[in-house]
C-alpha cells in the first residue's frame, strides 16, 4: 500500500464514510493519504477556520525543532506516539539525516496510518510501526519493534506531540509509564491543544465539528494542566509555550498580531542524569 488512498485501497475494517483523527490532520497538511470524507472534514474546517492548516504546520514545525534539539543532547532513540501518517519531515528522517544508526518506533491507533507507516518502513531495520492504543503502555513496551530496537539503557525520546488532547482519562498515567523505564537523559516532547477560553469562536466550532465528525472527542487542557504533564521530568526552557514560540527558527513564529495565536501549547522535559 503506498501513495495517494483516494483510490479507495485501504486495510480490511476501516470504515472510509468516517472521517478519522488521522488522516484529518493529514489533509489539513495537504497529504494524500486521505478519502473523501476526510478531505471533505478538513474543508468545512479550514472554511471556518483558514488558519486551522497553518496550526498543523506549526504543530509539524515544533516536531521537527524538538527532534533536532534531543538529536544535538544525544539522544538517538525515539518512540514517537500518536505518530500518524507519514508525511513530510517524518521522525526517522529526521534522525537518519543526523545519525544513520538512529532507532525509531512509532505508535498509532488508525489502521490507515499503521498501513501506510509499515508500507514506508519496510526493510528499514533502524525503524518500525506499531499498531496500538497509547494508553496500554506495556503493549507497547513489550512489542518486538521496541524490544529491537529501544535500548532500556540508553536515553529515551518519548514524542506525545498533538496526541494526548486524544485522551480523556489520565495520560499522566501513560507518560508516567514511559518514565518509569525511560534512562537518565531521556527526554519527552508534548505538544496539546489548548482550552476553549484560549481560542476563538471560529476554533472553538472547528473543534466541536471534529468531534461530531470524527467520533474520538478532543479534551482540552490549559497551559498549567500541560506543564503537570511533565511530573517528574525537569521541564527545560523556554517552559510551555504556544507551540510556535518553542525555540522559533527564522520563519516559524509569526510577528504578534498577524494571525490569532497558534491553540497549541509545547514544550520538553528531560530526565536528569
Ligand atoms: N504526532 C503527529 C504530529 O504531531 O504531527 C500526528 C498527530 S495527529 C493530530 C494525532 C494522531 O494520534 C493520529 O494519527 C491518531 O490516530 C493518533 N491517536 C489518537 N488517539 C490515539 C491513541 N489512543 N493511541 C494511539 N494513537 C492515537
Redesign the pocket.
Known sequence: MSGDVADGRHPSGVDIDRP???RV?DALLGGSANFAADRALARQMLTAEPHAGRWAQA??AF?RRAVDFLLDEGVRQFV??????PTVGNVHEIVHAADPDGRVVY????PV?VAHGQSLLAGDDRAAMVQ????DVNAILADPATQDLIDPDQPVGVLA???LH??ADDPARILAGFRSVAAPGSHLVV?HLTTPDEMSAATVGVVAQYNTRTG?PLTFRSRAQVADLFAGWRLLEPGVVPVDAWWPEPGDLEAPGAHPRVPIWAGVGRLPY
Open positions: 478519522s483523527a488521522a490532520y504543530n509539524r516536531l514517537d506516539l500518536g505518530s500518524g501518517l505508535v498509532d491507533i488508525d496510518a496500538a492504543d497509547i494508553r506531540v498533538a496526541v486524544f485522551v505538544s474520538t
